[in-house]
């Protein structure tokens, strides 16, 4: 990961941009979508930080972590330490957003029942949205956003508006255009509504993932 830091005297002037290397996080793994929260950010990283995680054997590193890093008095990232050990697992966790009160978390992991993983038709984890509420220092045992069901799709990459009443995603769930697509679901009450392709004006027959809404995006 990597910070920018902009600078301009006037309007009139150009903006200078300066590029800063994250050290202190980075390894020679991967880590990806961060997100502010409190005194820093949370990010996926394949970095474990002292969390029990099982090895990839695709890629031969860990399964993906929440971490978290906080900002020194100079404003760099500290070295990462684990998100909430409360809420992982030996499989894949991540992305993540948070609601504006950043008291509920959702994100996205690989598919737990009754302590066990769940498998698709082509024997890849399967990957489903759940939140979790803060409580105190603690986060609650996640809930899945939507109904886990055998049939093997993926619902993934979360990302929640401002108003907290839209939830954006990506799935390859069946009636999508092609690979991965964009979907929104509304609030209902305490409930999401059924999901809805965003169509063809966003998703194309290629992969369309890792959707990021804006404060000023209606």
Same mark, same amino acid.
């Given at each position: ?5 902009l600078?301009? /005297? ?7 941009v ?5 050290e202190?996080? *980075? ?18 990283s394949? *970095?474990?930080?002292?969390?029990? #995680?099982?090895?990839?054997k #695709? !890629? =031969? /590193? ?6 978290r ?11 990462a330490?684990?998100?909430? #050990?409360?809420?992982?697992? /030996?499989? =894949? @966790? ?10 509920v978390?959702?994100?996205?992991? *690989? ?9 698709? #038709? ?10 979790? /509420? ?6 609650? @045992? ?6 886990? &069901? ?6 993934c ?13 990506? !799935? &390859?769930?069946?009636?999508? *255009? ?15 509504? @059924? ?7 966003? =998703? ?11 404060? &000023?995006?209606k």
């Amino acid at each position: 990961l990597t910070a920018g830091f902009l600078s301009a /005297q006037s309007d009139a002037e150009p903006v200078t941009v300066q590029v800063k290397n994250e050290e202190a996080i *980075n390894t020679k793994g991967l880590e990806f979508s961060p997100t502010f929260f409190e005194d820093g950010i949370v990010f996926i990283s394949t *970095n474990n930080a002292g969390l029990k #995680k099982l090895t990839d054997k #695709k !890629s =031969n /590193q860990f399964y993906t972590s929440i971490l978290r890093s906080r900002r020194s008095s100079d404003g760099s990232l500290t070295t990462a330490e684990p998100f909430a #050990k409360e809420i992982s697992t /030996q499989y =894949n @966790e991540g992305p993540v957003c948070f609601d504006r009160t950043a008291e509920v978390v959702y994100f996205s992991r *690989n598919i737990i029942v009754d302590g066990k993983e769940k498998y698709s #038709k082509d024997g890849s984890l399967m990957m489903r949205i759940y939140y979790s /509420q803060k409580e105190g220092d603690l986060w609650t @045992e996640p809930k899945p956003v939507f109904p886990v &069901n055998d049939e093997g799709y993926a619902d993934c990459h979360p990302a929640i508006s401002i108003d907290g009443d839209k939830l954006f995603f990506a !799935s &390859n769930r069946p009636g999508g *255009n092609g690979g991965m697509d964009i979907y929104v679901s509304y609030r209902v009450g305490e409930s999401w509504s @059924e999901p809805v392709d965003l169509g063809t004006g966003v =998703n194309t027959s290629g992969n369309e993932a890792f959707p990021f809404i804006h404060i &000023n995006d209606k």
